[in-house]
């Protein structure tokens, strides 16, 4: 199939607070090929995460999608039952979170889990079987001396080692969606590296499509091939990152770049956007930025800037966006790697 594996389509998301509906998605469209990581990028409360958890069907209680499609393969998975979702989770689609201890069970020793999926999910009769699956898929996941590890708990792994349990069950169900949700926000940058890396190489090998959130610009650099950037519910700026971070577009992305410290730079600090994001329930008319962009005029209080093409697979949702030309130096071109 050589269409988008994942493909959200003017998604809206809401939440029932009292009396009123707050949109807290608003009209998300984007879309992942096989082989290829897409980043979705924006301060902490953008609903980066609530749209990660729609799409797979889990949104958070008292939030639901009310508008758009998801399409898996073409087909949306709106519609579809829990147990079909459900199935669709544990073999086609995975996802990593933030925090592993969420998809492990902390009262089974890791090999517990490894193998009762194996005997429940694909039915293999041995013990014997089992165990040998599961010390391979320790295994490619780097755990040193998995034999040994069956038999420990969850709590006795470290942060590091946990998420490559849960990245290796994800493994073990060969999925052609992966959506991980900061994977690696808690741990140290090395065992940061090494985890992506790791799924990188398993991309490589399976094709797998991959969405990665993250508010690190650096791991979008070196991971992603494209990048979206969310600000209070929508996607205000799309494309290939080299081109994206090297010529950002929206305000707010040249903003974003700009508040990176950099790590081989005197200077830490650039420039930090002043100011918050909106919170739902209280946005205006107009763009959701203009409070904080420097390059807000009177226009752009009256109607919210439409997303538009700005080139092949690029688009923006900016009235008044920033020139085209190159920037003096590429943002961020080498810096993490
Ligand atoms: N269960 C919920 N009910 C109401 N609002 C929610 C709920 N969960 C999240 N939100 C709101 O949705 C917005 C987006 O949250 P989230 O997706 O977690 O942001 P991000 O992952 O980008 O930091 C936030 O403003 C948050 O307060
Ligand atoms: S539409 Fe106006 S306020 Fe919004 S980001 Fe563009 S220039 Fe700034
Ligand atoms: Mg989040």
Request: include cysteine; glycine fraction near 8%.
């Amino acid at each position: 199939m050589n269409g988008p594996v994942l493909e959200i389509d003017d998604l809206v998301v809401e939440a029932r607070s009292s009396d009123k509906q707050v949109r807290i998605v608003d009209g998300v469209s984007f879309a992942v090929h096989a082989g290829r990581t897409l980043g979705l990028v924006g301060e902490s409360g953008s609903g980066k995460s609530v749209t990660c958890l729609s799409l797979l069907g889990l949104p958070p209680r008292g939030v639901s999608v009310t508008g758009g499609r998801i399409l898996f393969d073409g087909c949306d998975l709106r519609g579809r039952t829990p147990a079909e979702l459900n199935a669709l989770r544990g073999r086609e689609i995975g996802m990593i979170l933030q925090d592993p201890m969420t998809s492990l069970n902390p009262l089974l020793t890791i090999g517990r889990q490894i193998t009762e999926m194996f005997r429940y999910r694909d039915g293999i009769k041995s013990r014997e079987e089992r165990e040998a699956r599961a010390i391979d898929l320790l295994q490619q996941v780097r755990i040193p001396a998995p034999e040994s590890r069956l038999n420990s708990y969850p709590h006795q792994f470290s942060g590091g080692m946990r998420q490559r349990v849960a990245i290796a069950m994800n493994l073990a169900c060969n999925p052609r969606l992966l959506i991980a949700d900061e994977p690696t926000t808690a741990l140290d940058i090395t065992v940061r590296l090494q985890i992506l890396d790791l799924l990188r190489e398993v991309q490589t090998e399976r094709g797998t499509a991959i969405v990665l959130v993250t508010h690190d610009l650096h791991l979008v650099r070196r991971y992603c091939d494209d990048v979206a950037v969310m600000y209070a519910g929508r996607i205000v700026e799309q494309g290939p990152v080299e081109q994206v971070f090297a010529r950002p577009r929206h305000p707010y992305t040249k903003g974003l770049l700009g508040a990176v410290p950099r790590l081989f730079s005197a200077q830490r600090r650039l420039t930090v956007i002043p100011g918050q994001p909106p919170l739902p329930g209280s946005i205006a008319e107009g763009c959701r930025f203009a409070p904080r962009c420097p390059r807000a005029q009177a226009d752009c209080l009256s109607a919210y800037p439409a997303t538009r093409d700005i080139d092949t697979n690029r688009t923006v949702a900016c009235w008044h966006p920033e020139p085209e030309e190159m920037a003096p130096e590429p943002l961020l071109a080498t810096e993490a790697s």
